[in-house]
């Protein structure tokens, strides 16, 4: 997985590239719980040969 994080006013941004969904979801989730976020934005695209 390569990611990139993006924050401002409490919205996150997150981009970049997963090896599967799970994956991809399990970055949405955990940005979620981080202190002061409200919302994701989660672009992150799923490529099965990322590396």
């Not at 981009?15 to 992150?44: D, H, K, M, W, Y």
């Amino acid at each position: 997985m390569r990611l990139s994080v993006e924050t401002l006013g409490g919205e996150v941004l997150l981009s970049g590239f997963a090896l599967t969904p799970e994956e991809r979801a399990l970055a949405g989730g955990l940005a979620l719980t981080v202190s002061g976020v409200q919302s994701v934005r989660n672009n992150i695209e799923v490529r099965t040969n990322a590396k």
